[in-house]
């Protein structure tokens, strides 16, 4: 009974509006986020919007970069590249194709698999083409 009651005081404690931490002795109030602050959803978009330029020509220099090692067969350094190229927050379905065929090439195929799944749902004709041909590979194993 005494464990019921502790819990439900525990609970309640949890759920009440005033969250506090204990420092030493002295209680300190957390402070209290709107999560759908408009002002800051507005600051992000314009942050976004104003850095967009700047993240393309990024997304162009690690693609060119993927791209590159792809051609040499250094498929890790590929799929950094890639994976530096997505962080921009820059898409495209054949960023995501370039991957997949790192990975393939590697043998990760449920990796080159989720890439080509990706990249097709973007539009990606190669990931589409890849993804089938990768079906019929796993298939045959």
Do not use: R, W
């Given at each position: 009974m005494k464990k019921g009651i502790?819990?439900?005081m525990m609970c309640a404690a949890t759920l009440s509006g005033q969250a506090q931490i204990y420092g030493y002795?002295?209680?300190?109030?957390?402070?209290?986020?709107?999560?759908?602050d408009m002002d800051m959803v507005n600051a992000y978009a314009n942050a976004l919007r104003e850095t967009a330029p700047r993240r393309?020509?990024?997304f162009r220099f690690y693609s060119d970069k993927a791209m590159e090692a792809g051609i040499e067969k250094q498929w890790e350094l590929?799929?950094?590249?890639?994976?530096k190229a997505l962080e921009t927050g820059?898409?495209?379905g054949d960023i995501y194709y370039v991957r997949g065929l790192a990975n393939e090439q590697l043998g990760r195929l449920k990796?080159?698999?989720k890439d080509y799944?990706?990249?097709k749902k973007m539009?990606?004709?190669?990931?589409?083409?890849?993804?089938e041909e990768l079906k019929e590979k796993m298939k045959r194993r």
């Open positions: 502790m819990l439900i002795d002295q209680a300190i109030e957390l402070p209290k986020a709107d999560l759908y393309q020509q990024f590929c799929i950094y590249y890639v994976d820059c898409h495209n990796d080159a698999k799944k990706t990249g539009g990606s004709e190669y990931a589409a083409n890849a993804l």
